[in-house]
């Protein structure tokens, strides 16, 4: 099992930036994918970036490709997501999830077993 936790959320005027942390405890790190959804207010919550554990490979929903950027630190147990450029329609709660497979399923929400507690991002104009 693995126990995360989220932290770097808050407000941000639009075009600027910020980074979520995800630290994980509880198991070898290196061995999940790990993913970040977000869920805005009376939406479900939907896939943004994915990274494999060994950071050789990520995937970006469409709408944040070329602004947002997963990295993670298996030294530190720690994943990552560099948001840049942000936009209002980016304002939402920020969850990292893990699971063990790189698979095709990785894009779903259903497919992951671990979930952080929520990150608040709210962007303004």
């Known amino acids: 099992q693995v126990q995360l936790v989220e932290s770097g959320g808050g407000l941000v005027q639009a075009g600027g930036s910020l980074r979520l942390s995800c630290a994980a405890s509880?198991?070898?790190?290196?061995?999940?994918?790990m993913g970040w959804f977000r869920q805005a207010p009376g939406k479900e919550r939907d896939f943004v970036a994915t990274i494999s554990g060994g950071s050789y490979s990520s995937n970006y929903t469409d709408s944040v490709k070329g602004r947002f950027l997963i990295s993670r630190d298996n030294a530190k147990n720690t994943v990552y997501l560099q948001m840049n450029s942000l936009k209002p329609e980016d304002t939402a709660v920020y969850y990292c999830?893990?699971?063990?497979?790189?698979?095709?399923?990785?894009?779903?929400?259903?497919?992951?077993?671990?979930w952080g507690q929520g990150s608040q991002v709210t962007v303004t104009t």
């Open positions: 999830a893990a699971r063990r497979l790189w698979d095709a399923r990785r894009f779903q929400r259903s497919a992951y077993d671990y």
């Open positions: 509880g198991d070898t790190f290196n061995s999940y994918v």
